[in-house]
């Protein structure tokens, strides 16, 4: 057994057989409340809809959307462009519905799909736990971090990314105090990071998003580190929105910044972050905090939720393949030919 599955206990998305038994992230931390897809559609909406999120999370989501269309005999070509449609910005999506769509075209049947759908989701945990040892390698004993929205066994197949490197450098004593930011509008980092880390018992401060500039000054915070939706050909990063800010304020006081992400996020066909759509979401989300209107009725709000980060920012860009130092397209291109 890995020597940190101590610090991973979660399973959130899970394959019974007849259905895809998801934990439901928007109820976390108040309820652990599960619920089953049994169509394409049923997953398709669990996307859209946040139930299940993070994008290795949806790209193994979608495939296993595949598999039920194909179980129930549902157009498969529709059901694969009502899966990819369910969010725009992370490339996992993409890949996995690419890859589904590759066995469809061999004449694959359920069972052959239902094996593809293991293999992509068994090989993501695979990554994270690599990529988490690579990660850590370059963490400083000792070192305070801060993180960014859930990378972790909620947003993947189980470990997490650049949570898995926070695991693997708690487990091997590098990382001793993890911050994490709270990420609004959704919380990701106050719901989803904070639970996962009391649970596996690492130590863990939440701060408000507005408080990182003012954490890194003191100069205990070594690393920023971070996941990704999509890493663009040149290392630009879409992430979390706030990642960016993050990044120039780490620059600024001298803090490192990484990036962890599987293989499966880097689209070296877009050349560039300005190549990357960003999902501008309902302005509804921003104007209220857990269902509640806080902002008066009438108000309007501009609610993007991803930003690109510029490889200029980025030190380090850890992937199962290996780790790139200090990314540009060339460096990208020696592990993604
Ligand atoms: O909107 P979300 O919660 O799906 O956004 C998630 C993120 O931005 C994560 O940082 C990213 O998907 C990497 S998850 C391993």
């Not at 507005?210 to 000054?217: I, Q, Y």
């Amino acid at each position: 057994m890995n020597a940190n599955a101590s610090h991973d206990s979660i399973r959130a998305v899970q394959w019974h057989g007849d259905r895809l038994h998801l934990l439901d992230q928007r109820r976390l931390p108040a309820e652990e409340t599960w619920i089953d897809c049994t169509s394409s559609d049923d997953v398709t909406r669990a996307i859209r809809d946040l139930a299940v999120r993070g994008a290795p999370a949806i790209g193994i989501a979608a495939a296993w959307g595949v598999v039920l269309a194909a179980m129930h005999g549902e157009n498969l070509s529709s059901a694969m462009a009502t899966l990819r449609a369910a969010r725009p910005t992370a490339v996992n999506l993409m890949w996995a519905l690419d890859r589904m769509n590759g066995r469809v075209s061999e004449g694959a049947g359920a069972a052959e799909l239902e094996r593809e759908a293991r293999a992509i989701q068994d090989e993501d945990l695979a990554a994270n736990r690599h990529m988490g040892e690579l990660g850590a390698a370059l963490i400083e004993p000792g070192s305070h971090v801060l993180t960014h929205c859930n990378t972790g066994s909620l947003a993947t197949a189980g470990y997490g990314t650049a949570l898995g490197v926070i695991r693997a450098g708690v487990a091997n004593g590098q990382i001793e105090q993890v911050y994490a930011g709270e990420t609004r509008p959704w919380q990701q980092g106050a719901r989803l990071t904070m639970w996962e880390l009391v649970r596996d018992g690492i130590p863990a401060r939440l701060i408000a998003d507005s408080a990182a500039s003012h954490l890194m000054k003191d100069g205990k915070i070594k690393w920023v580190i971070v996941g990704a939706d999509r890493i663009a050909a040149n290392g630009d990063t879409a992430n979390k929105i706030g990642t960016y800010q993050l990044a120039i304020a780490a620059r600024h006081h001298g803090v490192k910044f990484m990036v962890v992400a599987p293989s499966t996020t880097v689209d070296m066909a877009t050349a560039t972050g300005a190549d990357i759509e960003i999902e501008l979401r309902d302005a509804t989300e921003l104007l209220s905090v857990s269902g509640t209107r806080t902002v008066i009725e009438g108000a309007d709000a501009w609610n993007p939720v991803f930003d690109v980060t510029p490889a200029e920012l980025i030190d380090a860009i850890v992937t199962e393949r290996g780790v790139i130092l200090k990314p540009d397209e060339e460096q990208m291109r020696i592990l993604f030919p």
